[in-house]
């Protein structure tokens, strides 16, 4: 069975630091998503991460891929407050033939202070 | 349109009640998902429809019965829930019939059994 893990699961920051959120995932994928939840929202696609050594940025978010570790981060440059929000990584495994599944971690729960 | 719109936005419904969730895309995506989501907990699957056919059944309880009408659409019908089915409901969908691409998320149905 498929695990993803991510670490923290709470970080709260100051504004202006730097940090990064760590995904696990227990089994072989080559793709990895970032998503973005705002409280009582819906989920935001962030980024899209297809091969072993991708890198994608946007703004002060920066993730990487590294399949042969099974290890994912999201980096987050000079924090901002509305970067506030709950991170989840996703790993999309093969299930049933042809088709796949998102499986997702648990949730980064992300809170920059002044 | 990237859109995946979902309706109602609220639902209140009582134990005995029947409802239906609606959800709708118009980006030609081939494949479409209803997850749940508790509060603080990130979403889980329940249903994936491949080329407007069930491929992926979560083993979820028979008071929720999905439907896809066409490739544009896709319903989840509500019968005599329990309270601990209280959620946000969310729709999604990606390009593949398979799954193997990124998904978007409706903005979801937060769902009250009372």
């Known amino acids: 069975e498929l695990k993803v893990e991510q670490n923290p699961l709470f970080l709260s920051m100051q504004e202006g630091k730097n940090y990064t959120i760590y995904c696990n995932y227990s089994t072989t994928s080559d793709r990895l998503y970032w998503y973005r939840q705002d409280p009582g929202k819906s989920l935001e696609s962030l980024f899209v991460?297809?091969?072993?050594?991708a890198v994608k940025q946007e703004g002060r978010l920066m993730a990487s891929l590294d399949t042969k570790a099974r290890l994912s981060t999201l980096h987050i440059t000079a924090a901002v407050h509305d970067l506030s929000a709950t991170y989840f990584c996703a790993v999309d495994i093969r299930s049933g033939g042809s088709n796949y599944k998102l499986t997702f971690g648990k949730g980064t729960l992300l809170t920059v202070n002044p | 349109d990237t859109e995946v719109t979902q309706t109602p936005k609220h639902l209140v419904m009582g134990m005995t009640n029947k409802k239906s969730l609606k959800c709708e895309q118009h980006?030609?995506?081939?494949?479409m998902y209803w997850y749940k989501q508790k509060a603080k907990k990130p979403p889980e699957l329940m249903f994936v429809y491949s080329y407007e056919k069930l491929s992926i059944n979560e083993s979820v309880p028979s008071r929720f019965s999905p439907e896809c009408p066409n490739s544009s659409l896709l319903n989840l019908h509500l019968h005599a829930l329990q309270p601990e089915d209280s959620a946000l409901y969310l729709c999604?969908?990606?390009?593949?019939?398979?799954?193997?691409?990124?998904?978007?998320f409706g903005q979801g149905t937060r769902l009250t059994v009372v």
């Open positions: 991460l297809l091969s072993n050594g």
């Open positions: 980006m030609g995506h081939r494949a």
């Open positions: 999604a969908s990606s390009l593949s019939g398979t799954g193997a691409y990124e998904a978007f």
